[in-house]
């Protein structure tokens, strides 16, 4: 029991001295190298995947949240630059913005770092009234650049919600594998996000994740 509550104090420790460092840092802030192995079985994983909307207040390790974001949409090889989520025509138009307590970053999968675009609590826009989002420690917010499909964007509108969905659906299963919880949802208030994202005309939010672990009854 020591030991799990002196763990637990440390992974409160890492998760604040991250996010201080990005609450006052406008330089990006590597992440750890993502993990190569870990977690249950993908047969395990899909067994377990499933909608949490209770959420306790407990952190993520650095190393967890490392892991999170590289399975959401990371670079799995990085001789050709190509990412963990499949995108129609490989035109890698979906972005990831974590959204935790102290500020809301940007994830840089090239780098695997993390870029602060705001500062502040703003896990109630990502709510949007289902209050369950403000327990989670972070929210990932799953953005779509259409612009990036140039004069053929509404003819790619449906590929742009299935590559939303694949991220969703890495997020799922890498939660499902790993202990965590989380919810895909479409829920949140789009037009403040877009704000205080600072996204450009043809960048929509889609898709959300909070993430955390469960809470226990
Ligand atoms: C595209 C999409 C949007 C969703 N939006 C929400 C949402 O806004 N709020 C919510 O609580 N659940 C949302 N969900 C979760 C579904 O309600 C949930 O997946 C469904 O009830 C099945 O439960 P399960 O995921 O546990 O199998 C969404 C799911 C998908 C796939």
Redesign the pocket.
């Known amino acids: 029991m020591r030991h799990m509550i002196k763990k637990y104090r440390k992974s409160l420790m890492i998760m604040a001295t991250l996010f201080s460092t990005l609450a006052g840092n406008a330089q990006p802030t590597a992440l750890p190298a993502p993990e190569k192995t870990g977690g249950a079985t993908i047969m395990e994983a899909l067994w377990n995947?499933?909608?949490c909307?209770e959420f306790s207040d407990r952190s993520l390790t650095e190393q967890q949240l490392s892991n999170l974001l590289w399975a959401a949409t990371g670079v799995n090889r990085p001789d050709e630059g190509k990412r963990t989520n499949a995108t129609a025509v490989n035109m890698q138009e979906v972005s990831v913005y974590a959204v935790l307590p102290s500020g809301v970053c940007l994830y840089d999968h090239a780098t695997h770092s993390l870029r602060k675009v705001a500062n502040g609590d703003h896990r109630q826009l990502v709510a949007a009234g289902?209050d369950f989002v403000n327990d989670a420690p972070v929210s990932l917010v799953i953005v779509v650049d259409m612009g990036k499909f140039g004069d053929r964007q509404e003819m790619m509108r449906p590929m742009g919600a299935a590559d939303a969905?694949i991220v969703?659906q890495n997020i799922s299963l890498f939660c499902a594998a790993t202990g965590l919880a989380t919810?895909?949802?479409?829920?949140m208030d789009r037009k403040a996000l877009q704000k205080l994202l600072g996204l450009k005309e043809g960048q929509e939010p889609l898709?959300n994740c909070p993430v955390g672990y469960a809470r226990q009854h």
């Open positions: 995947r499933k909608a909307r289902q969905g969703a919810v895909i949802r479409g829920t898709l």
